[in-house]
């Protein structure tokens, strides 16, 4: 069992950062692939960003390549979402998710998911 809670979300301006952090309990957090995932209102839970259990591997959507960073501290039991460059598109509540499978941009493959954390960038 894994529980997550993100943090780190707010109202920027656009072109601003803002860094989320996810912090997940439990032991076996070095073996779960986890995943950044957004969803604005009226629209899909999409993925932003995952991370392999090791932080070898990583993937960014498209839209936020070269913005965001992904990164993880196993020994401190979190994830994190570097967003810089920010735009009023990515307003959204964003969730952190933990799969036990590898590496997947497919939502209904995570297994453990946040509460969410909002983000607005305002125009």
Request: charged residues 20%; proline residues 2%.
């Given at each position: 069992?894994?529980?997550?809670?993100?943090?780190?979300?707010?109202?920027?301006?656009?072109g601003?950062s803002?860094r989320?952090?996810?912090?997940?309990s439990?032991?076996?957090?070095?073996?779960?692939?986890?995943g950044?995932f957004?969803?604005?209102?009226?629209?899909?839970?999409?993925?932003?960003?995952?991370?392999s259990w090791?932080?070898g591997g990583?993937?960014y959507?498209d839209?936020?390549?070269g913005?965001f960073?992904?990164?993880?501290?196993?020994?401190?039991n979190?994830?994190y979402?570097?967003m810089?460059?920010?735009?009023p598109?990515?307003?959204a509540v964003?969730?952190c998710?933990?799969?036990?499978?590898?590496?997947?941009?497919?939502?209904?493959r995570y297994?453990?998911?946040?509460?969410?954390?909002?983000v607005?960038v305002?125009?």
């Amino acid at each position: 069992q894994v529980q997550l809670v993100e943090s780190g979300g707010g109202l920027v301006e656009a072109g601003g950062s803002l860094r989320l952090s996810c912090a997940a309990s439990g032991r076996t957090f070095r073996r779960y692939a986890m995943g950044w995932f957004r969803q604005a209102p009226g629209k899909e839970r999409d993925v932003v960003a995952g991370i392999s259990w090791s932080g070898g591997g990583t993937y960014y959507a498209d839209s936020v390549k070269g913005r965001f960073t992904i990164s993880r501290d196993n020994a401190k039991n979190t994830v994190y979402l570097q967003m810089n460059s920010l735009k009023p598109e990515d307003t959204a509540v964003y969730y952190c998710a933990a799969t036990y499978t590898q590496l997947d941009v497919t939502p209904s493959r995570y297994d453990y998911w946040g509460q969410g954390t909002q983000v607005t960038v305002s125009s």
